[in-house]
């Protein structure tokens, strides 16, 4: 059995003085969708955060325990930030495109990363990226057009696209379809469903039947800690906690 892509061993997180991750140990492998769940304010976007380093962005934000990405410990002094994001995509709740062009969101990564060696083959990525995130053929005529045009749900694509252009090895998606329709939000979850095998990608969301749908492993949160993790079947319909059985039934959360 091949070992885990990402391996999080005994996590906690601390905003200044308040604990917001107790004690957090997790696997994440290549070819799997993981779902993190659990009602509002219970760590699960913290914890996401966590693993591409996101949280150094906030200024009281403490990180314990190991997170290993191949076995590397990413916070490690050495470790750098921006390879770091690049190999652990990230796609946030609120679609987030650059004030650029289409075509100028895609390439942006690549190109600061050296990806492409000429025109044509920072093209072809672009293409390549459209094509997986499935948005091209809505956008190919148009791509001098601004991201900031599209509607959420292609934005959102198009925040897929941008994130797998630089060829990551894990993508982190926190609540990707809040923000978007019913029909946009199916869009997604078939994306997700196409992207599974190729990425490690681990999903953090409020809807349990999104998490049922795309997920082959959920992991229930609650209160800053990992109640409960297993396949996404057995969490489900066979819950051993609980806490879980209460938040899946909906006697809580």
Not at 11 to 38: P, R
Not at 187 to 206: M, P, Q
Request: aromatic share 6%; net charge neutral; charged share 25%.
């Amino acid at each position: 059995m091949n070992a885990s892509k990402i391996s999080a061993r005994n996590v906690n997180v601390f905003y200044g003085q308040k604990q917001a991750i107790s004690d957090v140990s997790l696997d994440f492998d290549s070819d799997v969708v993981t779902a993190l769940i659990g009602p509002s304010g219970c760590g699960k976007s913290t914890f996401l955060r966590t693993l591409n380093r996101m949280n150094d962005t906030i200024a009281n934000a403490r990180v314990e325990g190991r997170i290993a990405l191949d076995g590397e410990d990413i916070y490690a002094a050495e470790m750098d930030v921006v390879q770091l994001r690049a190999r652990v995509g990230m796609v946030f709740q609120k679609p987030n495109p650059f004030p650029k062009s289409i075509f100028e969101n895609v390439a942006y990564g690549p190109r600061i990363h050296g990806l492409a060696s000429g025109s044509a083959q920072l093209a072809d990525i672009v293409e390549r990226s459209l094509k997986r995130a499935g948005l091209w053929d809505e956008v190919k005529d148009r791509l001098s057009d601004s991201g900031t045009a599209l509607s959420g749900g292609q934005q959102q694509r198009l925040c897929i696209a941008r994130a797998i252009a630089v060829d990551p090895e894990v993508i982190l998606m926190d609540e990707p379809c809040s923000a978007l329709d019913p029909i946009a939000t199916a869009r997604i979850e078939e994306l997700i469903h196409e992207l599974k095998g190729r990425y490690a990608i681990v999903i953090v969301t409020h809807n349990m039947q999104q998490a049922a749908r795309v997920s082959q492993r959920t992991a229930f949160f609650h209160l800053g800690s990992l109640v409960e993790y297993g396949t996404t079947s057995d969490i489900f319909t066979n819950p051993r906690q609980e806490r879980t059985k209460d938040y899946i039934t909906g006697r809580y959360g």
